[in-house]
């Protein structure tokens, strides 16, 4: 799953822009997902008074609203982009407003200076209003999802990858830098997405078959302290793949 942000200051040709990627994305036969990042504070669904939230100020905690038309899962907190992710399985998810993640993104402004305020890592080209009158900014180009979606979907087929990790660096710097600089460089062509020892996790730990992201340092401690008490059982081999599961039954009331 590739996932792409396209980011910016307000009024500067997001939502156009996501709509034509998402369009063309479709034309070519992908099946594609989208977020939409939401920075307005008072922003919220579930209003107060309603069935729904009534539901959650009672104490559940998790909320659906099953319409004729629609189904709303109701979490009552901001989850992370990972956690949203499990709920996806498409060939790309488009985000809108989405920055601090370590992905592709496409960078809108309606001037130099909104590129300016706004420029980071992981950008692979600008766009929006801005993009009618330039060719290039800084080290990417400027390509305008209205008259050039084919240029601009062709690159987001070459660069979109799937999320690499945000760990503090005092939890991993196994690639010799932080999780920014790995993605950027990974965008870049100078890194492989494969070289983030995440993607290479050979201890892997499920709760209700999510699966946990794991640092280095807690895969090594995990895979201590498992194979020290399994290998005093019978049966244990060196070198052997360990699978453990852990039940917890709490439906056994026959
Ligand atoms: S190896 Fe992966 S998890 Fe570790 S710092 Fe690099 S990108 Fe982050």
């Known amino acids: 799953m590739r996932i792409l942000s396209v980011y910016g200051s307000t009024k500067t040709g997001k939502t156009t822009t996501v ?19 939401i920075h307005y504070e008072h922003f919220q669904i579930d209003q107060p008074g309603t069935n729904t939230s009534r539901h959650r100020q009672a104490g559940s905690q998790l909320v659906t609203a099953r319409g004729l038309h629609e189904t709303d899962i109701l979490y009552s907190e901001k989850l992370s982009l990972a956690d ?38 992981c950008v692979i080209a600008v766009s929006g209003v801005v993009s009618a009158q330039l060719d290039s900014y800084r080290d990417v180009q400027a390509i305008n999802a209205l008259t050039d979606i084919d240029q601009l979907v062709s690159l987001i087929e070459e660069k979109a990858m799937p999320l690499l990790p945000d760990v503090d660096a005092a939890c991993c710097s196994a690639c010799g830098m932080d ?61 052997a793949d360990i699978r453990i599961e852990i039940r917890n039954n709490h439906d056994a009331s026959t």
């Open 19 to 37: 709509e034509a990627i998402i369009k063309e994305l479709r034309k070519r036969r992908y099946s594609v997902g989208s977020i939409k990042e």
């Open 84 to 121: 949203i992710l499990k709920h996806y399985s498409h060939d790309f998810v488009i985000c809108e407003g989405v920055e601090d993640a370590n992905i592709a993104k496409i960078l809108t402004g309606a001037s130099n200076h909104d590129l300016d305020e706004r420029w980071g890592p």
């Open 179 to 239: 999780c920014r600089t790995f993605c950027d460089s990974v965008l870049k062509g100078k890194s492989k997405h494969s070289e983030c020892v995440q993607q290479q996790q050979s201890v892997h730990v499920f709760i209700n078959d999510q699966p946990l992201d794991l640092v280095p340092f807690v895969q090594d401690m995990i895979r201590a302290a498992s194979a020290g008490m399994i290998s005093q059982l019978r049966g244990y081999q060196e070198q």
